[in-house]
């Protein structure tokens, strides 16, 4: 390939070497690939923050044949999304997307809608009130788009379109009637028509118009446990979610500093 320019987001980036660093990137022309940044942990960098998580920029790679990483010849900023790292909620909420995204394409394989979904879904959780809902509509966008699209219409194992009550089955990859879901092998979500309603709508929108939908506290929780059990059945992984780490920040922020005497001596189927 040589030479190549392309619009990127920073997924994710790790220490290689004494100045260097190794960062995946989901670009709009190639997928998925990883490259290498001669110098980018030195003070006078040409990249800057270039190389950040959540970074939206201008690309320029250069492939090696026989070399698995590319070169990252320069990287300019198109925007940083610095309003993601004001909270806990939104920088959990764009891990998830940019974890995800990474998770459920494979290298070099490009899926613009992906692309423009988890750049959509940056801007959103950046403006939103509520970032881990926000976030959990565009997790389904970028399954939809990855083709993991939830079918919700029926029952994915007998196909009826009645039942008393409606689950929401990861393995099977949408609903599951009650007596049906009794015999999954993996825990499925309870969904009530509100909350199916409302799933069904969000599929049908598009996804720059997500951040629109308003909901009940309960149908966001329901939403939110449904996609995330989705999310980490296809990723095969446990994604960070936000309660647990909200939960672990609260308790480190009001924990009391022990003096140097004392710290010489704490809905299932």
């Not at 899926?111 to 801007?123: I, S, Y």
């Not at 099977?172 to 309603?197: F, K, Q, Y």
Request: charged share 25%.
């Amino acid at each position: 390939m040589g030479l190549s320019k392309t619009p990127a987001i920073v997924l994710k980036s790790r220490k290689w070497g004494d100045a260097d660093r190794i960062v995946t990137f989901f670009t709009l022309k190639h997928g998925k690939v990883r490259g290498v940044a001669r110098g980018a942990r030195r003070m006078k960098s040409r990249f800057g923050s270039a190389l950040e998580p959540f970074v939206h920029c201008d690309l320029d790679l250069f492939e090696k044949q026989g070399d698995s990483l590319y070169r990252i010849s320069q990287a300019s900023i198109r925007q940083s999304f610095y309003t993601l790292r004001d909270s806990l909620e939104t920088i959990t909420g764009a891990a998830r997307l940019a974890n995800l995204a990474g998770a459920v394409t494979a290298d070099g394989d490009a899926v613009p809608r992906v692309f423009h979904a988890l750049l959509e879904g940056f801007r959103a959780i950046g403006q939103s009130e509520d970032a881990a809902t926000t976030a959990a509509l565009y997790e389904l966008e970028i399954l939809r788009f990855a083709g993991y699209l939830p079918h919700l219409e029926r029952c994915n194992s007998c196909q009826s379109t009645a039942t008393d009550r409606w689950f929401f089955s990861p393995r099977a990859g949408g609903t599951l009637c009650g007596p049906c879901a009794r015999h999954e092998p993996v825990r499925c979500a309870l969904i009530s028509p509100a909350s199916l309603a409302f799933f069904r709508q969000a599929l049908r929108m598009d996804p720059a118009l997500l951040p629109r939908l308003k909901a009940t506290a309960p149908v966001r929780e329901e939403l939110r446990d449904a996609i995330e059990l989705y999310v980490d059945y296809v990723a095969g992984r446990s994604l960070p979610k936000s309660g647990v780490l909200f939960a672990a920040e609260r308790r480190s922020t009001y924990r009391r500093t022990p003096s140097p005497v004392a710290s010489g001596n704490a809905n299932r189927v």
